[in-house]
């Protein structure tokens, strides 16, 4: 199968078009510099030049594509807009030709599960940060024609990156590690390897299927935090604070989130492999 990967060469990207090489599929990648395709030649992919912006381009890769992951992500005052313009475009050039579309959300759309652990049928309470995104996966799951697919990464680590890394670079950098609010709050994680066997996995999933990619216990921030700083000090940053300096990034951040994939499992066949994020750290 060919495969077209909006986000190639990202820290996610990088991790799915090497599974895809490895389960036979080809692969053609989004490349907005020369840089990344060269990374993406050096992976025994392809490189298609472009960007979110260029929709004429998208459309000429897809349309070549027997299937299509979207993993791109541009972080601007236009995110949504160039996210919603880009699944917009990948889903009519598929239209009437049953070919996967899988789209990334993230688990910040369901807010906080206030303890409980949430599946696929949880109701969504997004902060404001992401509240565009569950108009965005409605818009693929009921796509007609294309098999379009949702897949909710829980917070990704592994590779030397993710928000664990991030905290691993504070330490280094500033002697300390700073996290929004108490540190209370739980994440759940996903290893990237984990994660993008899923996505190979996915592209066997019936049209309008949605998965939380999670793996393990979720695990208070402070604690994880502690882990990474390897003996640095943890400061916390209140909210307010945070919200001045960081908007409303801030309030994803301190989300308490407990998550099943038990769906992915049973459906798809999914078995994450990967140490979990304690020990990974």
Do not use: C
């Not at 090497?18 to 030649?41: I, N, P, T, Y």
């Not at 688990?107 to 309470?125: C, P, Y």
């Not at 979720?218 to 935090?225: G, N, Y």
Request: charged share 20%; proline share 6%.
């Amino acid at each position: 199968m060919k495969v077209f990967v909006t986000g190639a060469t990202g820290y996610i990207g990088s991790a799915v078009v090497e599974r895809l090489r490895d389960f036979g599929h080809q692969v053609l990648g989004l490349a907005r510099s020369d840089a990344s395709a060269r990374k993406l030649e050096s992976a025994g992919a392809h490189a298609a030049r472009g960007d979110l912006r260029n929709k004429v381009g998208l459309a000429r890769a897809a349309r070549e594509s027997d299937a299509a992951i979207h993993l791109a992500m541009e972080y601007s005052p236009h995110t949504s807009e160039l996210d919603r313009g880009a699944v917009d475009t990948i889903l009519e050039e598929f239209r009437l030709t049953g070919r996967p579309f899988l789209y990334t959300s993230g688990i910040w759309v369901l807010g906080d599960t206030g303890g409980a652990m949430a599946d696929e049928e949880t109701a969504l309470h997004p902060p404001p940060l992401v509240a565009w995104r569950p108009a965005v996966e409605q818009l693929v799951v009921k796509a007609q024609g294309p098999r379009g697919i949702v897949i909710r990464p829980a917070m990704v680590y592994g590779r030397g990156g993710g928000f664990v890394a991030n905290f691993v670079e504070q330490a280094r950098k500033n002697g300390a590690v700073r996290i929004v609010g108490s540190g209370e709050n739980r994440w759940p994680f996903v290893h990237v390897d984990d994660l993008a066997d899923l996505y190979v996995l996915a592209l066997g999933a019936p049209a309008g299927s949605l998965y939380f990619a999670s793996a393990g216990p979720s695990v208070p921030v402070k604690q994880v935090a502690r882990a990474a700083a390897h003996g640095a000090p943890v400061e916390t940053v209140p909210l307010e604070d945070a919200r001045r300096a960081m908007g409303p990034v801030a309030d994803a951040l301190v989300l308490d989130q407990t998550i099943s994939s038990r769906k992915a499992v049973r459906e798809l066949g999914w078995s994450p492999k990967s140490k979990p994020v304690m020990e990974e750290v």
